[in-house]
């Protein structure tokens, strides 16, 4: 954590605060830093929120930062951006890590002295770097130029917030419907003034949400001191009566001269007000944000005890457990009070026995958030699966990103079915697996009975590839859909089913192989690839990378794809990427060869071994870790895409990552001596003999005093807890 501002001074006397073999006692709520990955530059953002929230809480309560009154979207994902230097409002609300913004709504803004004509500019203070602190549970910041200190804390469905006001000035608190992250819109609000309190509902559509219409909020605001309202909108003031319903709407609260410190709580939900009101009953915190803070850190510490790391560097332990941190900050549970839930049909529905979760950012988190749930978290995964199963029902398609209330159809593939199959091959259910079967069958024949077909079905289905001249994209799209046939063959295989056709259907990666170029690349109907192949152009191809990025999308086939490559084989291959990559200077711009802050080709280091140069393996892992991943607020290569960046951290800090579809994981390098991680089975323990800071060669490695011979480990013996032992090279 930062501690500045405030006079504050943290000091330890624990053997956790130095580096080394001799740090046993460490704390993992101390070793969260809620500043890493909220700046970065260009691609580099991370989009995290700093504020308070417990584990995949709904109320995510912040600050909404910009420059020169300005947001654009692309670093103020999550609202706050480090880079900035004003704080705008607080908002409720906040994704965490994406690379599309929404929400970041229902805003509050403690002012003293306003004009008579309020608008942002009125009450927008300076960011002070030294005047603010973040720690698990809890954000506090000093407005300037006005004096007022800001403190925030949360519960699953509620914010909270002491504002202390200095001993001069009217004191006012603006509240906003009107505004969310950058180019989102309210669309219609209502605000009600009643005894002590505001009440009312947001109808806002974001960036992702925005092709769905949008979600409600609702909410109930409680505050401490007794106020007079008056309704704000367009920066005029006019004296607050009944209810105010406008997508402008807006109020400014002024309070007696004698007040001094203000508290309030908000309950928000997406089921209705009184369902809102309820949700605020059952976390009364009376106005106490030290019991707040103490019931969100009760709250994570079991979560992040789960893994327990000894030794290793200081920085390695803070960029750890931030990211196993980062790694349940979503989805979201949106499961309310008496189990209540607003599904993707638009109706209110009962979680019977489970947790209802929204905001999955599936194209990114079936890779390594998901696994890593499965792994040490199932209970929390199982119920996801539930989630993701009612959506299906609700819908009639398998999600794809799932936000709040809707589906934002964003990104392609087809990963809902990603989550269902690596969780049902890794033993974790929660779901009717013979009616996905059934669902995720008809998608990819195609069939009448499937509301949502796969990417460019007819082509593919037809002749093995997506054409090019037919379909945008079309390369990454054959590549995700060969995939998500692999993974279908793998369900059947589970189910009892015959799984020869998709098994075949998962090889059409190589129908987008051009041999004569090394890559993968757009081909069209008549069978000829498209002509003035470059390979570092981010072409129509391609989403979100190029041809070096795309074509180590086979992970389910790295040894198809070394044969493909002929004598060049894909070690060659991609120790060509990853040199470039480590020569390659910083831009702010996508990376061109090897690029971490996005997806398609984040397991790549781990190709090498599954081919046969384990030590390849364990060189660019490391090197991914030490140039990638840092202690600061640039500490992410990019958006964390809702934990996926983090849990890759975590993964390959463990010295293990895992294959998707398949029970079992290819092996690394450990970060750490020693780490102890609760699986289902009891306690695993992976321990590096030989250990010593920045050496990552592994000579053998063993498994309750048994060698491994080759380079995966099963999820069965991981999940039965005993002892993983790298011995490092001398």
Not at 599 to 623: C, N
């Amino acid at each position: 954590m930062r501690w500045s501002g405030f006079g504050a001074v943290l000091v330890c006397f624990s053997a956790a605060c130095g580096g080394g073999d001799e740090a046993e006692a460490i704390d993992p709520i101390v070793e969260v830093d809620p500043f890493i990955g909220t700046g970065g530059i260009g691609f580099g953002v991370g989009s995290i929120p700093p504020g308070p929230t417990h584990p995949y809480g709904l109320a995510k309560p912040g600050p909404e930062t910009a420059t020169n009154g300005g947001d654009p979207g692309f670093s103020h994902c999550a609202g706050y951006w480090w880079e900035d230097d004003e704080i705008l409002s607080f908002a409720q609300i906040h994704l965490a890590g994406t690379g599309v913004p929404d929400y970041g709504v229902l805003r509050v803004m403690p002012a003293v002295d306003l004009p008579d004509r309020v608008r942002p500019s009125s009450y927008r203070a300076e960011l002070q770097h030294g005047a603010e602190r973040a720690e698990l549970g809890r954000y506090q910041v000093r407005l300037q130029p006005s004096g007022i200190d800001v403190e925030i804390a949360a519960t699953p469905r509620t914010s909270l917030y002491r504002m202390t006001y200095p001993a001069t000035g009217a004191r006012s608190l603006v509240v906003d419907l009107s505004r969310g992250i950058a180019q989102g819109e309210t669309l219609d609000a209502s605000l009600t003034v009643g005894d002590g309190e505001l009440s009312g509902w947001i109808q806002h559509a974001g960036m992702l949400s925005g092709g769905f219409g949008g979600w409600r909020l609702y909410f109930v605001m409680k505050l401490d001191r007794a106020f007079t309202a008056e309704w704000l909108e367009d920066g005029a003031r006019r004296p607050a009566d009944g209810t105010f319903a406008s997508a402008g709407a807006g109020a400014v609260l002024s309070f007696a001269a004698d007040v001094t410190e203000l508290r309030m709580q908000i309950g928000l939900s997406f089921v209705d007000e009184a369902t809102a009101r309820g949700n605020l009953e059952a976390e009364w915190m009376d106005y106490d944000l030290s019991r707040a803070v103490a019931e969100t850190v009760a709250a994570w510490r079991p979560l992040l005890s789960r893994v327990e790391v000894k030794g290793g560097e200081p920085e390695a332990r803070r960029m750890f457990y931030s990211a196993l941190y980062h790694a349940q900050l979503m989805p979201t549970s949106l499961t309310e009070t008496g189990g209540k839930y607003r599904g993707l049909d638009g109706e209110v529905h009962t979680a019977d026995g489970f947790v209802y979760y929204s905001d999955f950012s599936l194209w990114d988190t079936f890779r390594t958030l998901h696994p890593l749930l499965t792994l040490v978290y199932p209970e929390y995964q199982r119920d996801m699966n539930t989630s993701l199963e009612a959506m299906t029902i609700a819908s009639g398609s398998v999600p794809k990103w799932p936000l709040a209330t809707g589906e934002s159809n964003t990104m392609i593939g087809y990963h809902g079915e990603s989550v269902f199959v690596d969780s049902v091959t890794k033993g974790v259910g929660g779901f009717d697996e013979a009616r996905m079967f059934g669902v995720l069958e008809a998608a990819a024949m195609a069939r009448q009975d499937s509301l949502r077909k796969r990417d460019c079905s007819a082509s593919y289905l037809a002749q093995g590839w997506c054409s090019a001249d037919e379909e945008g994209r079309s390369a990454s799209k054959t590549l995700e859909n060969a995939f998500s046939d692999f993974l279908l063959a793998r369900f059947a295989d589970h189910l009892g089913e015959d799984a020869a056709v998709f098994d075949a259907r998962a090889d059409n990666w190589a129908n987008v192989f051009d041999a004569d170029v090394g890559f993968v690349h757009g081909r069209n109907a008549d069978g000829g690839f498209l002509p003035g192949f470059d390979d570092e152009a981010f072409s129509d191809d391609f989403v979100e990378g190029n041809a070096r990025q795309w074509t180590m999308f086979v992970p389910h086939d790295p040894v198809g794809l070394d044969e493909a490559m002929g004598e060049t084989g894909l070690v060659r291959w991609l120790s060509t990427i990853f040199e470039a990559s480590e020569a390659a200077e910083p831009t702010l711009l996508p990376d061109l060869w090897y690029w971490h802050g996005n997806e398609p080709d984040i397991h790549a280091a781990y190709m090498f071994a599954e081919v046969g140069r384990a030590d390849l393996t364990e060189k660019w892992v490391d090197w991914v870790r030490r140039t990638r991943y840092t202690d600061g607020p640039d500490g992410l290569d990019g958006n964390d895409d809702g934990g996926t960046l983090s849990a890759w951290y975590v993964f390959s800090a463990l010295g293990f990552y895992p294959k998707i579809g398949e029970a079992r994981y290819v092996l690394g390098t450990p970060l750490f001596p020693e780490a102890r991680v609760q699986v289902p089975g009891g306690t695993l323990t992976v321990r590096a003999e030989n250990w010593a800071a920045k050496e990552y060669a592994v000579e053998r490695v063993t498994l309750n005093g048994a060698t491994i011979d080759g380079p995966y480990v099963s999820h069965a013996d991981l999940a039965a807890g005993g002892e993983l032992v790298f011995v490092m090279a001398d």
